[in-house]
């Protein structure tokens, strides 16, 4: 974006003239040289928070004692960090103590990855101390300084690693995975959101597969417990079912997908995802695909043999009861496992079904409860849910027509039985 550029050089050009150093850092350089779409711009400065404050009408104090002050600029938001260094990691997450100073090396020594560590100022020369320019051309992610050290003192990078070699498509240099391995128990430390947060990123990105092999690969996060319940081996038997995940456009069906691969049932990746504070919506729609999976898969087990028309039948009373886009999202994951040629017809005949439904949800009934009571003379009561329901199957598989009479006429008929 040719305005957030703009606005950017000003706050560079604004704390130049004032005689500080300004650069812009981090993830904006990375995809700025990998010819990625950039979408945010984070600054780093020899000003101190309160120089910074000082200079811009228009800022946030977002985390002073870490020397943040976020700059809106044309309606942008622009993170200016003063350089700083950071030490004493007892928690695995948070530095307990910054200690703010005067050279840009000193602060870019303490970023997780030589990519993450590159700035350039107003002239466009790079200031690119441990080689992250080299590192993006080979396409390879490398801790800063010893991996041991710097993953044991934030737990939460190891995550990152895997998330930008899945999303970049990059290798993990061999001591970076090396002190990942000998570190991984350490992401226990992590708080489930923050954990989170980076898996999105993996299991939503260009190249979830990857990522996910990387992960159940560095056992990092099979804990075998809460809210992470697998372990290494359940990790890699779901790989298997995961080859073409990232066929998957839509991010609920890739959780439908890893959650079924993992053979969650739905009530319980239902509570893992609450656990994992996923939000509300995202969880209910993925879940619901669940449930649909549920709830048709038994009916069709519990069912006889009876024939396609039955079959189908059994879909449809599914795909009413928890919602044609809960089908037709199992159907679409349902695509995507390795199914065989098999799989495959069935599928497309469970979508066929689903695209012939005359009515696919009580709202298109052409009757309504008032209709069948005045009808049927009858005063409402919970027979008439239950009434609508059945009208509204036999509406949906084509055995009456979806018009007012007919399913009246349907009414009289099912009340006499
Ligand atoms: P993206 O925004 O695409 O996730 P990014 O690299 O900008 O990528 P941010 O989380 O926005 O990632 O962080 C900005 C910069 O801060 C990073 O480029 C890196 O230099 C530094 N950084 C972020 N998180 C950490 C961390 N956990 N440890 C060390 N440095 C970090
Ligand atoms: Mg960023």
């Not at 069912?303 to 039955?310: I, S, V």
Request: charged share 25%; proline share 5%.
């Amino acid at each position: 974006d040719p305005v957030m550029a703009e606005a950017a050089a000003g706050i560079v050009n604004t704390l130049e003239d004032a005689g500080y150093e300004a650069y812009w850092v981090g993830g904006c350089i990375r995809d700025e040289l990998l010819g990625r779409p950039v979408h945010d711009m984070d600054l780093t400065t020899s000003a101190l928070p309160e120089q910074v404050l000082g200079l811009f009408p228009r800022c946030v104090p977002t985390g002073l004692e870490h020397g943040t002050v976020t700059v809106l600029e044309s309606g942008f938001p622009f993170e200016v960090t003063t350089f700083r260094t950071e030490s004493g990691y007892a928690d695995h997450r948070r530095p307990e103590s910054v200690t703010f100073v005067a050279d840009v090396t000193e602060d870019l020594r303490r970023r997780d990855f030589t990519i993450n560590a590159i700035c350039m100022g107003l002239s466009g020369t790079l200031i690119d101390p441990f080689g992250g320019e080299e590192d993006l051309a080979q396409q390879r992610i490398r801790c800063v300084g010893s991996a041991d050290e710097r993953f044991g003192e934030d737990a939460l990078r190891m995550l990152r690693c895997i998330r930008f070699a899945s999303t970049l498509d990059f290798r993990v240099a061999k001591n970076t995975w090396r002190g990942l391995l000998r570190r991984r128990h350490e992401l226990a430390h992590i708080a489930v959101e923050r954990v989170y947060a980076e898996l999105t990123r993996i299991v939503e990105g260009p190249r979830p597969l990857r990522g996910l092999a990387m992960l159940a690969r560095s056992c990092l996060l099979a804990r075998g417990k809460a809210p992470f319940p697998w372990d290494a081996d359940q990790l890699a038997a779901a790989a298997a079912s995961l080859t073409r995940i990232g066929e998957l456009g839509s991010a609920r069906l890739r959780w439908a997908l890893l959650l079924h691969a993992l053979g969650s049932p739905a009530e319980e990746a239902d509570r893992l995802m609450r656990a994992w504070t996923f939000p509300g919506a995202a969880r209910k729609d993925a879940a619901r695909v669940l449930r649909f999976r549920e709830a048709w898969t038994a009916e069709e087990e519990a069912g006889p043999d009876d024939g396609p028309a039955a079959s189908r039948r059994r879909f449809i009373a599914a795909a009413l009861t928890f919602g044609c886009d809960a089908a037709e999202g199992w159907l679409d994951v349902l695509a995507a496992l390795p199914g065989g040629e098999e799989g495959a017809a069935r599928v497309k005949a469970a979508r066929e079904w689903l695209a012939g439904m005359p009515v696919r949800s009580l709202a298109e009934l052409a009757v309504s409860g008032g209709e069948l009571t005045a009808a049927l003379d009858r005063r409402p009561g919970p027979w008439l849910g239950s009434l609508l329901q059945e009208l509204l199957l036999a509406a949906a598989e084509g055995s009456v027509p979806n018009e007012r009479d007919a399913l009246v006429r349907q009414a009289k008929r099912v009340e006499i039985k």
